[in-house]
């Protein structure tokens, strides 16, 4: 799979501080480079904290503005809250007509969500079940709802019409067919991770450490030092005839 950069994207992602871990170094390239993209976070990360004294209203507060200083880090404007109770998420059909609804609106030539097949990552990671749930609720809402007229036909009297993808790209996903040079926007990426105080805490080095680590590694067979691994799905090219077998005569 060859890289290009999308005219506009909506990255959809169960928590604050999902896209900053998975796709925030190709988010600032694609912005650098013209396009328009729009964040969309399904919960409110109201559970992602063990301090005695934070309450879940106060910190959906917090990730929320963390969310979108991060999001500002890289020049994205647009920054949407479903509001859905963190830890709890549910590729539900109505999550689902909540997505639906939102690619409508954008309009994004891309959605960009977190890989549903990845449940763990080698022995060092067992997936957030609210990651697979987000990426599972955005292609099924990706497929069928948001390209077909009567698929929500009151969305129609919303006057949302259907919206024609040129492709999906999947972030956390272990088998990338496309690695996107990041290396001039590693930086920013990092930087826009550290917006997230309330969860990198006073001394956010390890975090940081793992971002750059994790660059690195999914770059380690490209021609480039730092790289972010998509599973991407590109609808707007032609089907490709099967090469033939080789029939091998018999002696």
């Not at 910190?59 to 963390?66: C, D, G, N, P």
């Not at 080698?122 to 697979?132: G, S």
């Not at 919206?163 to 088998?175: Q, R």
Request: proline content about 7%.
């Amino acid at each position: 799979m060859e890289y290009w950069t999308p005219a506009s994207a909506l990255v959809v992602a169960a928590h604050p501080d999902d896209i900053e871990f998975g796709c925030a170094g190709t988010v600032a390239r694609w912005v650098s480079e013209g396009a328009h993209v729009t964040y969309a976070l399904l919960t409110n990360g109201a559970a992602g904290s063990s301090d005695p004294n934070m309450t879940r209203q106060r910190l959906a507060e917090l990730r929320e503005a963390e969310q979108r200083a991060a999001a500002k880090a890289l020049g994205v404007e647009q920054v949407e809250f479903l509001g859905h109770e963190d830890g709890l998420l549910e590729p539900s059909l109505e999550v689902r007509k909540q997505v639906v609804r939102l690619i409508r609106r954008v309009r994004p030539e891309v959605v960009v969500t977190t890989d549903p097949t990845t449940r763990y990552f080698a022995d060092r990671y067992i997936n957030h079940p609210d990651h697979r749930a987000a990426g599972e609720v955005t292609l099924a809402a990706v497929i069928p709802g948001s390209d077909t007229r009567l698929a929500y036909p009151e969305l129609l009297d919303e006057g949302l019409e259907p919206v024609k993808l040129v492709g999906v790209w999947l972030m956390m996903n272990p088998e990338p067919n496309l690695v996107v040079d990041v290396g001039d926007f590693i930086d920013m990426k990092v930087e826009s991770l550290r917006c997230h105080v309330s969860q990198l805490g006073d001394d956010p080095s390890e975090d940081v450490g793992f971002v750059y680590g994790m660059a690195e590694f999914s770059a380690a067979k490209e021609p480039f030092r730092y790289g972010e691994g998509f599973r991407v799905f590109r609808f707007d090219l032609p089907w490709r005839t099967p090469e033939p077998e080789t029939q091998l005569s018999e002696a």
